[in-house]
């Protein structure tokens, strides 16, 4: 193969290359796979406070931001142990509150198998509603519950998942673990009406919609990536 044909080649397989230049500074995606233009914000009239684990921050796909993204009024807070930290602290000290932590275990009451009324009277009249949700892995987030000794007094809720995740392209322990997004919208699903929140407008469907969107953004790329890669095997001098 002479310079020019070598060259040549080289120029057309970075152009087919998938481009990893810009990324969107709200969601943190590459300007492809950018999910903002499918978030739809709303008002739960619940206050989620979603602690993130900073290993989950960094990466691009963690539905915990995408669901502050699309909260209003949501609170998103890094770190792993929560214990001194003033917002949290505020927040459980703020007489105005109640506060409930989204976490599974044999220690959390399952809203699932509570009637409406039932669960209406999670949230005490004239309190606001604040649930805390815990983002990272599912031993990440451990690790976070066990080292932040303020949540360890909070009442614990959970659910039962009534079909399995959608969240395909991160690999979940069992199908029927919920990403944090795809749990919180559960949550509003079970506990909304009673916060004054009407469930029957569909509204926190939004959090779904952005988060099937950006699944099918994330698989077709990879899609795309793995089919670039072997046109590159198989194609003579590239």
Request: hydrophobic share 30%; glycine share 6%.
């Given at each position: 193969m002479n310079?020019?044909?070598?060259?040549?080649?080289?120029?057309?397989?970075?152009?087919?290359?998938?481009k990893?230049r810009?990324?969107?500074?709200?969601?943190?995606?590459?300007?492809?796979?950018?999910?903002?233009?499918?978030?739809?914000?709303?008002?739960p009239?619940?206050?989620?406070?979603?602690?993130?684990?900073?290993?989950e921050?960094r990466?691009r796909?963690?539905?915990g931001r995408?669901?502050h993204l699309?909260?209003t009024?949501?609170?998103?807070?890094?770190?792993?142990?929560?214990s001194?930290?003033?917002?949290?602290?505020?927040?459980?000290?703020d007489s105005r509150n109640?506060?409930v932590?989204l976490?599974p275990?044999?220690?959390s009451?399952?809203?699932?198998?509570?009637?409406?009324?039932?669960?209406?009277?999670?949230?005490?009249n004239?309190k606001?509603?604040?649930v805390?949700?815990?983002d990272?892995?599912?031993?990440t987030?451990?690790?976070m519950?066990?080292?932040?000794?303020?949540?360890?007094?909070?009442?614990?809720?959970?659910f039962?998942?009534?079909?399995?995740?959608?969240f395909?392209?991160?690999?979940?322990p069992k199908?029927?673990?919920?990403?944090?997004?795809?749990?919180i919208?559960?949550?509003i699903e079970?506990?909304?009406?009673?916060?004054g929140?009407?469930?029957?407008?569909?509204?926190?469907d939004?959090l779904l919609?952005?988060?099937?969107?950006m699944?099918?953004?994330?698989?077709?790329?990879?899609r795309?990536?793995?089919?670039?890669?072997?046109?590159?095997?198989?194609t003579?001098?590239?």
């Open positions: 310079v020019e044909s070598y060259l040549e080649q080289r120029r057309t397989r970075l152009a087919q290359e998938p990893f810009k990324v969107c500074g709200t969601c943190r995606q590459p300007d492809f796979t950018c999910y903002c233009r499918h978030l739809r914000p709303f008002n009239l619940i206050e989620f406070v979603i602690l993130i684990h900073p290993l921050m990466r796909i963690a539905s995408m669901s699309s909260l009024g949501s609170r998103l807070i890094a770190g792993y142990d929560y001194e930290n003033p917002e949290v602290n505020e927040l459980l000290t109640h506060c932590v976490y275990g044999k220690n009451q399952n809203l699932t198998h509570l009637s409406e009324p039932q669960r209406a009277e999670l949230f005490p004239g606001r509603p604040v805390i949700a815990i990272g892995t599912w031993s987030a451990r690790k519950m066990n080292r932040s000794r303020n949540l360890f007094k909070l009442p614990r809720i959970c039962t998942p009534p079909k399995p995740s959608n395909r392209v991160r690999q979940q199908p029927e673990c919920y990403s944090t997004l795809e749990a919208h559960h949550i079970l506990t909304g009406q009673g916060c929140f009407d469930t029957a407008s569909r509204a926190h939004g919609h952005a988060f099937d969107k699944v099918e953004q994330q698989l077709e790329f990879i795309t990536t793995h089919q670039w890669r072997r046109r590159s095997r198989h003579p001098g590239v």
